[in-house]
């Protein structure tokens, strides 16, 4: 690795504990070397333990190593964000090298921080910040009318365009400004209380002229769109041209994107400081704080900055993204469609009922007082109150162990905590519920606790006057490529054994839910990348899926429609070694697998021969497999079928747990990230058909490898029938004659009927 000579200054380097650790390899000039607390047997450093005595002012740089220095110093959470950038002036942040041992992709960004930090200290690198002719604020209307024509006249085709709102969702607040800029280095921030039909109009001109480029275009559609009704025929979003690049969730906010590749650094942290500290004399939770509390005057050049950044990452992006093809068709076809697909969907909103939801509610509470009253009838739990002087709270791990271990006596499982102590997590009481019957109602307590609180609770006071729920999915969330969802409701982590939120999802009158599901959907894509005919042959014969594989690879004595009553054990067996072998498990994983699922033991001998079996029948299923495993290890990164790049850096790792760990997650990337596209790119579809025609049918979500919507009972034909048509659409990728499968269900509800069956 090259370094940077630089000329020598005052410099102090800060551990959080004394090591080993020879940072003279990596810096060319000479530093003072302290440690936030001198004993080096501490596991973790609180701040009662710091004996650290510097000036700062003394230095005119101070390295921070590692989270626990660089929260100290600059009281900012993460370091990994801040790596090899400058805070307040003279802090600089540096994750510590240490971490590059188990996590070997770490490596690059230690080593681009050691540079950056060289730089800045030899004075190579340097913050830049705008002049206020630059970057300031407008308030009047003849000033903005100005900027705007010149906007429109401005030779750049494109414009990057912010909003600062009063909420995170457009039905919850007001927009309070917007900032834009049209050329490199310029930006506005617009009060929103000048905006009048003059204005309205001329930033509607503007954008049907320009490209309006946006950082979660998503967010700011909506804004705009839902307050101002304006439509914008092309935008781009940085944040998912990002994402193109960097597919690892959490890297894609503005700030880091600003700090890593413009010269302006953190220029939010003013603001950041002055809301802390708003905070604090007034007494309000972080999470309570919305930026309406700010004056335009503090607001204004932050703001304006947004948009700023957000211009020259898109020029930055955007002529990188067009050299490689395959990320240039992803984000066109599948993020930007996504992006305006699920700006529609999250406005249509989940319906739900809110009379179930109260009822459920009230059911739920007396069903955990009733529970916990029958805690009370076992005596171990009034021995453990006594002793302990204090209420038993089942929700605390200390104490439910000790009651568990300790109390009743129960034998703990082997399965143990990070910190080394037994756990009482869920698998674990499921197990002890066979001794004793204690774990059982505990499990069962937390079980109606959490939907209670965290869904039932939280969903009816977010329901919007139409008693439907707008929550957020998510393009950039996964490395898979797979939405997520988060916001007011994470629709992908309903509870599946209790159908008490599903059933609240419930449609209107004279409509119905409908879920179509893809089948087996990610072992179809297996069998068109690894075009093993085979497989492709157990998909046309239109059979049970897993029973036919099960009669296929144990050659069974019988139909493949009596595997499942004559000899479930192996389809059983079948499912799990299929769905084993396509995230990359051994023989030890698929036989633990099928051991915990069927409660039948089903060793690793036994595992090994199926799969070998498997792979028997199956030839070019293994040979696919082999020739991925190989490319992966040799390139480290593999593109899925429509072209998303998977960057897999462990892959070469020499440590075989973790470069085994990442090669597996690179063959479950191409067949989970195609699967999912295929998905999503039906459900777009299906939108732009229903906008064509004006069909009253609502999509409220895509959950897994489903696609959720409300429709009217007289369109159901038409839906599913085009819905189906759509997801099939040949797509340059399919079985010959044999589209990927789709099932329907539908019903009043979202649990299809257990929700009457369970509250009967």
């Known amino acids: 690795m090259s370094v940077i000579k630089v000329v020598p200054t005052k410099i102090a380097l800060i551990e959080t504990k004394p090591t080993a650790q020879n940072y003279d390899k990596y810096f060319e000039f000479e530093f003072d070397r302290f440690a936030l607390c001198s004993d080096s047997s501490k596991q973790k450093v609180l701040k009662k333990d710091v004996d650290l005595e510097i000036n700062s002012d003394d230095y005119d740089w101070l390295i921070l190593v590692g989270a626990e220095a660089f929260k100290y110093f600059t009281r900012k959470t993460s370091v990994t964000e801040y790596n090899g950038k400058i805070i307040d002036e003279k802090f600089l942040a540096l994750i510590n090298p240490s971490i590059i041992r188990f996590k070997p992709e770490a490596k690059k960004a230690f080593e681009e921080a050691v540079q950056s930090i060289s730089g800045y200290v030899s004075g190579e690198l340097k913050l830049e910040k705008l002049d206020e002719d630059k970057c300031y604020g407008i308030q009047d209307k003849q000033t903005a009318l100005k900027f705007l024509q010149d906007a429109i006249d401005a030779p750049r085709p494109y414009i990057a365009l912010d909003s600062e709102t009063s909420a995170l969702y457009a039905r919850d607040g007001y927009m309070l400004g917007f900032s834009m800029s049209y050329e490199p280095n310029h930006g506005i921030y ?116 947004d948009a700023v950044v957000t211009f020259l990452l898109y020029e930055k992006m955007s002529a990188a993204i067009v050299k490689n093809k395959k990320l240039k068709w992803v984000y066109d076809n599948i993020l930007l469609e996504g992006c305006n697909f699920l700006k529609q969907v999250e406005s249509n909103g989940v319906p739900f009922d809110r009379e179930r939801l109260e009822f459920a509610q009230e059911v739920m509470s007396k069903d955990i007082e009733a529970a916990i009253e029958k805690l009370y009838e076992f005596p171990e739990v009034r021995q453990f109150e006594k002793a302990k002087g204090s209420n038993f709270n089942p929700n605390s791990t200390v104490q439910l162990r000790s009651l568990l271990y300790d109390y009743i006596g129960l034998t703990p499982t082997g399965k143990k905590t990070g910190t080394g102590a037994d756990s009482t997590d869920a698998e674990v009481l499921g197990q002890l519920a066979a001794s004793h019957a204690v ?109 036919t594989i099960a009669k296929q690879v144990f050659k069974l004595p019988c139909e493949v429609g009596q595997v499942d009553e004559l000899y479930g054990d192996r389809r059983q067996q079948a499912k799990a070694v299929t769905f084993g072998i396509m995230y990359g498990a051994g023989p030890a994983k698929i036989s633990w697998q099928v051991t915990k699922d069927s409660g039948k033991e089903f060793n690793i001998r036994e595992a090994s021969r199926v799969i070998a079996g498997y792979f028997e029948s199956f030839p070019n299923l293994k040979k696919w497999l082999d020739d991925c495993n190989a490319f992966i290890r040799a390139n480290a990164f593999i593109y899925s079928q429509f072209g998303r790049k998977r960057r897999l850096p462990n892959a070469q790792s020499k440590d075989k747990g973790i470069s085994s760990h990442e090669i597996r997650s690179g063959i479950n990337f191409l067949v989970q990230s195609v699967a999912s596209d295929i998905n999503l790119l039906g459900a777009v579809d299906m939108q732009k058909y229903i906008n064509r025609t004006g069909m009253k049918s609502k999509i409220f979500g895509l959950v897994h490898d489903s696609i959720l919507a409300e429709v009217p009972e007289d369109e159901m034909e038409i839906y599913c029938e085009k819905l189906k048509f759509f997801v099939q659409r040949d797509r340059g990728f399919s079985i010959p004659g044999c589209p990927v499968g789709c099932d329907f269900e539908i019903g009043d509800d979202y649990s299809f009927g257990k929700w009457e069956n369970y509250y009967k």
């Open 190 to 305: 617009c009060d929103a209380d000048i905006i009048d039909v003059d204005i309205e109009s001329k930033m509607q001109e503007l954008f049907r002229l320009k490209t309006v480029v946006f950082h979660n275009a998503k967010f700011d559609l909506q804004w705009f769109e839902y307050h101002f009704g304006f439509v914008f025929p092309k935008f781009e979003d940085t944040m998912l041209m990002h994402y193109m690049f960097d597919e690892n969730p959490g890297t894609h906010g503005l700030k880091q994107l600003a700090m890593k590749h413009t010269p302006y650094g953190d220029y939010e942290k003013p603001l950041d400081d002055w809301s802390a500290n708003y905070r604090k004399q007034h007494g309000i939770l972080k999470a309570a704080f919305s930026y309406d509390l700010i004056p335009f005057d503090i607001m204004k050049n932050y703001a304006a900055m």
């Open 439 to 547: 774990p059982k109602l505990i499990l069962e307590i937390r079980q109606k606790v959490k939907i209670k609180s965290t869904y039932l609770d939280k969903i009816i006071p977010n329901l919007d006057r139409d008693k439907r729920l707008r929550t957020g999915f998510n393009l950039h969330g996964t490395t898979s490529g797979r939405l997520s969802s988060s916001g007011k409701l994470n629709m992908q982590q309903l509870p599946r054994d209790n159908p008490t939120v599903k059933g609240c999802i419930k449609a209107n009158e004279g409509h119905k839910i409908v879920s179509m599901d893809l089948t087996t959907a990610e072992v179809y894509v297996a069998a068109v990348l690894s075009k093993d005919k085979g497989l492709q042959d157990v998909f046309k014969s239109g059979g049970n899926f897993h029973s």
